[in-house]
């Protein structure tokens, strides 16, 4: 499935959420989609179970943090949340190495892209959010 063909498929009520205007977010979600599919794969083997029930978990954990995040407004209870999220995506990036040899080499290359393409989507938004914080809030941080 396309990125394309899986955001048309995503259901109206998804995509009337303020968080859907973060790319990040959609592509979090689609990732999350991704790693379902790719979970049955990794059900199939014993030792890829243990694997697929942190994929999920983690993979999951991304979503949900940024809606968290988005939830909260702006501020230092956003920030936490992006800041679990990011974390969360670099340990999907994690499992989806180690699941490896469960896994086409094809399959792994885009899953490996996407969750870098998470990560740099959250990354800028931390850093614009960030940016538009005045300067002496900022200051003050340091």
Known sequence: MTYEEWEASVHPRIKRESIWQFYGYRKALFLYDLAWADCDRLMKDRRGRAIADQLIRSAGSVCA?????????????????????????RETKGWYWRARRLLPPEVLEHRLALVDEVIALIVTEQRQQQSRRPSQARASRR
């Open 65 to 89: 943090n940024l809606e968290e995040g988005h939830g909260r407004g702006y501020g230092k209870e956003r920030d936490w949340f992006f800041n679990v999220a990011l974390a969360s995506a």
